[in-house]
């Protein structure tokens, strides 16, 4: 079954600390893997997608890995401002009939405080 | 490039009246369309997608007669939510899928849409 498992559900962190943020799938046929930032009441945005043979994307403070071996995903999300605080979906595409299709994570919710 | 807006992005409505949501790619053309439904603190799920000059197709589980789309251009769908009741109510989002080449595309979210059924 294809599915996209992120972890921590939630968590908090301080201003200026550096978080990380964990994704494991088990999709197939594997097609790229983007972590997006969903601010609450808005769509969602994507911060860096990754196709299989790139292990590392980075987008100002945020740093993806992939390692498509173990399917593991991780966002490093470095000197954390308030701004933030956010849901951070982590979703993997599968190709299927010629189209991607999407597969979402439930998403870590991130909150950052003073 | 690539943006995605949807009217309107809020909306209170009563129970048993239906209510119209937009979609609409602004600075490209999208024969490909999704909607999404999204819970509070939960991931999107995907509801249906629209194609352009052709019906939709719908995720199973989802009522394509209470869920009506419309896809009549390549810049617009619509999203109809007849007969409304209070478990209607979430956060609506729409994409828009950009295929640049074969294999390779990308969708672009709008900002969504709250729905409050009262």
């Known amino acids: 079954k294809n599915q996209v498992e992120q972890s921590p559900q939630s968590l908090i962190i301080l201003e200026g600390k550096n978080c990380t943020l964990q994704c494991n799938y088990t999709v197939s046929p594997f097609s790229n893997l983007r972590w997006y930032k969903q601010d609450t009441g808005r769509g969602p945005v994507s911060l860096t997608i990754m196709t299989f043979s790139e292990n590392t994307k980075s987008n100002g403070r945020y740093t993806a890995t992939l390692d498509a071996d173990t399917k593991q995903s991780s966002l490093h999300i470095t000197a954390s401002q308030l701004s933030d605080s956010a849901s951070y979906i982590c979703v993997v595409t599968l190709f299927s009939g010629g189209y991607n299709k999407l597969i979402f994570g439930a998403g870590t919710r991130l909150a950052v405080h003073p | 490039g690539a943006v995605v807006s949807q009217h309107p992005s809020w909306v209170i409505c009563k129970s048993g009246t239906s209510v119209k949501i937009e979609c609409r790619s602004l600075?490209?053309?999208?024969?490909?369309m999704f909607w999404y439904r999204q819970f509070p603190k939960q991931s999107l799920m995907l509801m249906a997608t629209?194609?352009?000059?052709?019906?939709?197709?719908?995720e199973q589980g989802v009522e394509k007669d209470k869920f009506l789309i419309n896809h009549a251009s390549l810049t617009l769908s619509t999203l109809t939510v007849t007969s409304a009741h209070p478990e209607d109510s979430s956060f609506y989002i729409c994409s828009a899928r950009v295929t640049r080449r074969a294999g390779v595309d990308t969708q672009y979210f709008g900002p969504g849409t709250r729905l409050t059924v009262l």
């Open positions: 629209s194609n352009e000059g052709s019906k939709a197709t719908y």
């Open positions: 600075d490209f053309q999208a024969t490909t």
